[in-house]
């Protein structure tokens, strides 16, 4: 049993609101948790000048996906079991490398995201916790069609639901709008209606699983709060109502600002009809994450990694500088990484905050990110279940 003390570093547990000092981190490496100070020290680490803050969630992944097309672009044909597990493997190391010590995958296929999940839960995968919700759910034609079981009307969306269910998901995944990757459908069109979603919230909630709705458009966003889901994905256009019925619910927004940079940075490599969808959307999902923030709905920290040049290796630290630009609070956004998300993925028992009995899951950064967060994106050491990832030095 070896039992290491990380001390003098300022510490932001995720129940304080700032880095403080006088917090010291105890890890035992046999079960990967933070204990308390009454065990035995085999070994003192001194980290007097650092900053520690809880590793980061990504509530939003599509682990299967290669954002760069070369071997499967996210809903390809080209994908299949084998290099489908093959990127998993990959974007899960390059997560890490960036602070991401939880995800929750929102769009997978052949069941990866479920097995992986299983794996790391026994500790026979090093990779962040895994949320895992196997094929979305999506009308006939719908968003993300390739990639998803296509299902009409509230019986088939309840026999899918228990199907993924019986698979061993943890969330399940809805499409409630048409979106940007994908030709002839817009953010507004309205896809799964409240009835559908609702049967799917039904089946997960009796199970104490969660639900996400892919929404963009405002009528898809209103229908999947009425239906009851958990958190909204993308939420690019809100009026003053959807905002309190959001307050109301306490449904979560998990904006993914990572996505439309990404298309916007390598305009010239992709579709007309993408660069065009995005342009049109970007300014609303700005405003709307802004005034979200301001209007105290709960956020989660997500990117949508997977979609086209949006990286695994880096855009979770890059989000949350993107969500800061939009005018959410830097502590804010240091919530939506690590509390907030632990609560919107139903881990907050293990993670999300630096506590005894939880998984030490921490990075240990050069600077303060409530003062500048863009140091999340420099040198960084990454801990999961306490065992250190790497310093990551390729970055400026
Ligand atoms: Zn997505």
């Given at each position: 049993?070896v039992?290491?003390?990380?001390?003098?570093?300022?510490?932001?547990?995720?129940?304080?609101?700032?880095?403080?000092?006088?917090?010291?981190?105890?890890?035992?490496?046999?079960?990967?948790?933070?204990?308390?100070?009454k065990?035995?020290?085999?070994?003192?680490?001194?980290?007097?000048?650092?900053?520690?803050?809880?590793?980061?969630?990504?509530?939003h992944?599509?682990?299967?996906?290669?954002?760069?097309?070369?071997?499967a672009a996210?809903?390809?044909?080209?994908?299949?079991?084998?290099?489908?597990?093959?990127?998993?493997?990959?974007n899960?190391?390059?997560?890490?490398?960036?602070?991401?010590?939880?995800?929750?995958?929102?769009?997978?296929?052949?069941?990866?995201?479920?097995?992986?999940?299983?794996?790391?839960?026994?500790?026979?995968?090093?990779?962040?916790?895994?949320?895992?919700?196997?094929?979305?759910?999506?009308?006939?034609?719908?968003?993300?069609?390739?990639?998803?079981?296509?299902?009409d009307?509230?019986?088939?969306?309840?026999?899918?639901?228990?199907?993924?269910?019986?698979?061993?998901?943890?969330?399940?995944k809805?499409m409630?709008?048409?979106?940007v990757?994908?030709?002839?459908?817009?953010?507004d069109?309205?896809?799964?209606?409240?009835?559908?979603?609702?049967a799917?919230?039904?089946?997960?909630?009796?199970?104490?699983?969660?639900?996400?709705?892919?929404?963009?458009g405002?009528?898809?966003?209103?229908?999947?709060?009425?239906?009851?889901?958990?958190?909204?994905?993308?939420?690019?256009?809100?009026?003053?109502?959807?905002?309190?019925?959001?307050?109301?619910?306490?449904?979560?927004?998990?904006?993914?600002?990572?996505?439309?940079?990404?298309?916007?940075?390598?305009?010239?490599a992709?579709?007309?009809?993408?660069?065009?969808?995005?342009l049109?959307?970007?300014?609303?999902h700005?405003?709307?994450?802004?005034k979200?923030?301001?209007?105290?709905?709960?956020?989660a920290?997500?990117?949508?990694?997977?979609?086209?040049?949006?990286s695994?290796?880096?855009?979770?630290?890059?989000?949350?500088?993107?969500m800061?630009?939009?005018?959410?609070?830097?502590?804010?956004?240091?919530?939506?990484?690590?509390?907030n998300?632990?609560?919107?993925l139903?881990?907050?028992?293990?993670?999300?905050?630096?506590?005894?009995?939880?998984?030490?899951?921490?990075?240990?950064?050069?600077?303060?990110?409530?003062?500048?967060i863009?140091?999340?994106?420099?040198?960084?050491?990454?801990?999961?279940?306490?065992?250190?990832?790497?310093i990551?030095?390729n970055?400026a």
């Open positions: 049993m039992r290491i003390c990380y001390q003098n570093a300022k510490v932001f547990t995720g129940k304080n609101d700032r880095f403080e000092q006088g917090v010291d981190l105890i890890v035992d490496e046999d079960t990967g948790k933070f204990v308390t100070t065990e035995t020290i085999d070994q003192t680490i001194d980290l007097t000048g650092k900053y520690i803050m809880p590793g980061m969630i990504n509530a992944t599509h682990i299967v996906a290669d954002p760069y097309g070369k071997i996210l809903g390809s044909t080209d994908a299949n079991a084998v290099n489908s597990t093959f990127l998993a493997l990959e899960l190391q390059k997560l890490l490398k960036d602070g991401v010590t939880y995800i929750r995958d929102v769009g997978s296929v052949y069941g990866v995201d479920i097995e992986l999940s299983k794996l790391e839960k026994q500790n026979r995968l090093f990779a962040p916790g895994i949320v895992a919700s196997g094929n979305p759910l999506t009308m006939t034609g719908g968003h993300f069609n390739t990639g998803s079981y296509e299902v009307g509230v019986d088939e969306v309840r026999k899918y639901a228990r199907l993924l269910l019986k698979k061993g998901v943890d969330n399940i809805l409630a709008t048409g979106g990757s994908f030709n002839g459908e817009t953010p069109d309205v896809q799964l209606n409240t009835e559908e979603m609702r799917a919230v039904e089946e997960a909630h009796h199970k104490g699983k969660t639900v996400c709705a892919h929404a963009q405002l009528a898809g966003i209103k229908n999947a709060i009425r239906a009851g889901v958990n958190s909204v994905e993308h939420a690019v256009y809100l009026d003053d109502e959807a905002f309190e019925m959001f307050l109301k619910t306490a449904t979560f927004i998990v904006p993914t600002l990572a996505a439309p940079w990404s298309i916007n940075e390598n305009s010239a992709l579709p007309d009809f993408m660069i065009q969808k995005n049109e959307v970007a300014q609303s700005i405003e709307s994450i802004q979200a923030a301001k209007a105290g709905v709960r956020l920290m997500g990117t949508d990694a997977g979609t086209a040049f949006n695994f290796e880096q855009n979770s630290s890059k989000e949350m500088e993107l800061t630009k939009a005018g959410v609070t830097n502590l804010q956004a240091l919530q939506a990484a690590t509390v998300a632990a609560r919107l139903n881990v907050a028992d293990k993670a999300g905050t630096i506590e005894n009995g939880k998984l030490a899951d921490f990075i240990v950064l050069e600077q303060n990110p409530l003062e500048d863009q140091v999340l994106q420099k040198k960084k050491t990454v801990f999961k279940k306490g065992k250190k990832v790497q990551s030095d970055y």
